[in-house]
């Protein structure tokens, strides 16, 4: 089955810091999407991002599919953007695949 | 946009007992759903699918099951929990193109 590995996994900060989270994949990429996990557990869906580049205020997200890597950045922390950050793709019949995630912390 | 009920948010049940989690949604129509478990705050695992009403992918050999009375209902049960069930368990809906959405799960102790 697809492998998707994420790196690192963990990350802390101090609030107003940038961060670059990064998400490796073995196979072609099928609906590879972002995810945040606030502290109770709510997922999020971020980004749906099989190729290309997307913003969405202080967070955006690049896949480069002939590499089969994607990278989430953050821009300007807050200490709500704490949390378990994950990558997943695949879907279908199989769902999809998730990595492990990067645990992130924000501190004021 | 669509939304998605699942409930309770907690629950402890003794080992050797049955379970039912319902997961319902609304604004959508012939969605994919899905049940997912976390362990340990990390790493989610697939274990249902279903396409339609009546229709029930496994993807791991396990201790529960689960159904699609209708549409937009997906349940998820065991009649005899393990202590290994213990998890956090996520409904899910996907749409076109399978972006995903994930209800506000249920954290279950098999004690």
């Known amino acids: 089955g697809i492998q998707v590995e994420q790196s690192p996994p963990d990350l802390i900060l101090q609030e107003g810091a940038n961060s670059t989270l990064r998400c490796n994949f073995s196979?072609?990429?099928?609906?590879l999407q972002w995810f945040h996990q606030n502290p109770w557990g709510q997922l999020i869906n971020l980004f749906y991002?099989?190729?290309g580049t997307k913003q969405n205020g202080r967070l955006s997200a690049t896949t480069v599919a002939t590499e089969r890597y994607s990278l989430l950045y953050i821009s300007s922390s807050q200490t709500t953007d704490s949390g378990v950050y994950f990558c997943?793709?695949?879907?279908?019949?199989?769902?999809?695949?998730f990595g492990k995630g990067t645990h992130l912390i924000i501190q004021p | 946009s669509q939304t998605i009920h699942q409930w309770p948010a907690t629950l402890v049940q003794p080992v050797g007992s049955p379970l039912s989690l319902e997961c319902t949604v609304e604004?959508?129509?012939?969605?994919?759903l899905y049940w997912y478990r976390q362990a340990a705050g990390r790493g989610l695992q697939l274990l249902f699918y279903?396409?339609?009403?009546?229709?029930i992918s496994s993807e791991v050999p396990q201790n529960l099951s689960a159904s699609r009375p209708q549409d937009r209902q997906f349940i998820l049960s065991s009649k005899k929990l393990l202590l290994s069930d213990s998890g956090f368990y996520l409904c899910?809906?996907?749409?076109?193109?399978?972006?995903?959405?994930f209800g506000s799960g249920t954290q279950l102790s098999v004690l």
């Open positions: 997943a793709l695949g879907g279908g019949a199989d769902g999809l695949t």
């Open positions: 196979d072609s990429v099928n609906n």
């Open positions: 991002i099989p190729s």
């Open positions: 604004g959508t129509s012939n969605p994919n």
């Open positions: 279903s396409v339609g009403i009546g229709q």
């Open positions: 899910a809906l996907g749409q076109g193109g399978e972006k995903l959405f």
